[in-house]
């Protein structure tokens, strides 16, 4: 599986747009790029996932560049319940391998 | 639809004593995982199933770890004897199956702490 790489941490005043980028330069054509987020003391939660276009859903949009070697999660108005580690990962579409990084710890500011 | 569910939530143990941590997944999930997350890290994979079938143990300590998944539903990690650096989070998540481009669901999370 590909590697990702994130900032180690983030801050995003409340209201604002969060924006957090993954390199993922050595993705294969056949993976998909996921994002998770962990709150403190909870289990990951799913937020989105894309392969080439970029996604929409309740939480966040992916933006995924035109070569698929980087990516950006975007959470259009940041609470402070956002909060969290932000996690990138590349995962093969037939394959049920999930490695997480150490991700970024995304700060909201009031 | 009820999550993955783990217990104990917390568990506090003296080094060398036995512990095991209990994992219900989604209903339907073919794979399981179980995951071990040490603090400021993330969580790293110790063992993946597919139903009864343990496809990935590379990165379980075998010698004092063990896992099963008895009739392809719950599992059980088992830690014996327990050593101070097991102190982490235990982390259970399930996913549909192997054609599924489907996420991963976690539960809570069991955390251990070795005095």
């Known amino acids: 599986d590909a590697k990702t790489t994130q900032p180690t941490s983030m801050d995003c005043a409340e209201g604002r747009a969060a924006n957090l980028p993954c390199n993922h330069s050595?993705?294969?054509?056949?993976?998909?790029v996921y994002w998770y987020r962990q709150i403190h003391s909870q289990g990951p939660q799913y937020i989105i996932h894309g392969l080439k276009n970029n996604e929409t859903n309740e939480m966040a949009s992916l933006i995924i560049t035109e070569d698929r070697k980087s990516s950006t999660l975007i959470l259009p108005h940041a609470t402070l319940r956002d909060t969290a580690v932000y996690y990138c990962?590349?995962?093969?579409?037939?394959?049920?391998?999930?490695?997480f990084g150490t991700g970024t710890s995304l700060t909201v500011i009031p | 639809e009820a999550g993955v569910v783990q217990s104990p939530r917390y568990k506090i143990i003296e080094k060398k004593q036995p512990v095991a941590f209990w994992c219900n997944p989604i209903s339907g999930h073919n794979t399981l995982y179980w995951y071990l997350q040490n603090l400021g890290q993330g969580p790293e994979l110790l063992i993946r199933y597919e139903n009864e079938e343990a496809v990935d143990d590379s990165q379980l300590p075998k010698d004092r770890f063990s896992a099963e998944r008895l009739k392809g539903v719950d599992s059980t990690l088992k830690i014996q004897p327990a050593e101070l650096g097991d102190s982490a989070v235990y982390l259970c998540?399930?996913?549909?199956?192997?054609?599924?481009?489907?996420?991963?669901?976690f539960g809570e999370g069991s955390r251990l702490t070795v005095l």
């Open positions: 990962i590349v995962r093969v579409a037939t394959g049920n391998q999930f490695y």
């Open positions: 050595t993705i294969s054509g056949n993976e998909y």
């Open positions: 998540a399930s996913s549909p199956g192997f054609r599924a481009v489907g996420e991963l669901f």
